[in-house]
């Protein structure tokens, strides 16, 4: 299995430390497997799922954000993995460097395996094989959760669906009703106006 620093290496190859105020570091494995949600500012307006998995966050890019409703099916696109201090990452990340664009702690917290004692049932080896459930317990999200790969794209993309449990809720629509950061509060706008003032 490669370390978590070998699998880290795409990401710092993408930054430059002197330029970005992302983390580099690889920051502390939890207790319990965390999650987040980022909401994400950059050439388009997305959200990142990233999932605690050895060592570091398994990424994905998840343009139009988590459904609570079961019956829709969100495109979420791996992109590479990032250091576990990435989970506590709200700011700036200036223009001109990668993934240029405001970036806010949308939603966060710990999940748990849904396929835990099942033969290939870490989170890494369902990855692997292209389904992954895993239920989540954040603030704005609560519930089960299936990643599963698709034949799209060569099979490079996922759809993000929500599973019908007591957390789905087909009336909801969070990403809308529910914009700001976890952690203070803020909105996109909100974090992009104070680092300009600090900036200034």
């Known amino acids: ?3 978590s620093r070998d699998t880290l290496k795409s990401y710092r190859e993408k930054r430059d430390p002197r330029c970005t105020p ?8 939890a207790d319990r497997p965390r999650f987040v949600i980022q909401q994400h500012a950059a050439s388009t307006l ?3 799922l990233r999932l ?4 570091v966050l398994k990424s994905w890019a998840v343009p139009k954000g988590p459904s609570t409703d079961p019956r829709i099916k969100r495109l979420a696109v791996p992109t590479e993995d990032h250091p576990l201090a990435y989970a506590d990452f709200e700011g700036v990340i200036p223009e001109g460097e990668y993934g240029a664009g405001t970036v806010l702690i949308w939603d966060r ?7 835990e004692g099942d033969e290939r049932s870490s989170v890494a080896e369902q990855l692997e094989d292209g389904h992954a459930t895993v239920w989540l317990e954040g603030e704005k999200l609560r519930g089960g959760y299936a990643l599963i790969r698709t034949d799209l794209a060569q099979g490079k993309d996922w759809l993000l669906v929500k599973m019908d449990d007591e957390g789905a ?31 200034a």
């Open 1 to 3: 299995m490669a370390s």
């Open 22 to 29: 992302e983390p580099m570091g690889d920051g502390r494995q």
């Open 46 to 48: 997305h959200y990142d």
């Open 52 to 55: 605690e998995v050895d060592g």
């Open 109 to 115: 917290g710990h999940y748990r395996n849904l396929k």
């Open 169 to 199: 809720d087909a009336r909801r629509n969070p990403t809308s009703t529910e914009p700001e950061s976890v952690v203070t509060g803020r909105t996109l706008a909100e974090i992009s106006r104070e680092a300009g003032r600090d900036e």
